[in-house]
């Protein structure tokens, strides 16, 4: 069984931080890609920044120059700093782990609140 756990999300002022992690564990190999999703109310879920085995990154357009996503594949866990947060990046915030051990898979968090105040 895998188990995603996110921790970081919060209120934060317009103009702040807040770094998100997300550790996975349980019976999980050959990670390829982590990323983090958003989801505000009444709107689909999207993706925000996504990062290879291999270090390589993609952003959202909205994240771009503000968020900066990392992991450490030895703890199996990915982060998200966020920076420079507007009112419209309140969300809640799924991490994404996929990658193929027998069989593809793809396994999600619980999700993290942020809420940013203007």
């Known amino acids: 069984q895998v188990q995603l756990v996110e921790s970081g999300g919060g209120l934060v002022q317009f103009g702040g931080s807040l770094r998100l992690s997300c550790a996975a564990s349980g019976r999980i190999f050959s990670i390829n890609a982590m990323g983090w999703y958003r989801q505000a109310p009444g709107k689909q879920r999207d993706l925000v920044a996504v990062i290879s085995s291999g270090g390589s990154t993609a952003y959202a357009d909205s994240a771009k120059g503000r968020f900066t996503i990392s992991r450490d594949n030895a703890k199996n866990t990915v982060y998200l700093q966020m920076n420079s947060l507007k009112p419209e990046d309140t969300a809640v915030y799924y991490c994404?782990?996929?990658?193929?051990?027998?069989?593809?898979?793809?396994?999600w968090g619980q999700g993290t609140q942020v809420t940013v105040s203007s």
């Open positions: 994404n782990v996929q990658g193929y051990s027998g069989s593809a898979y793809s396994h």
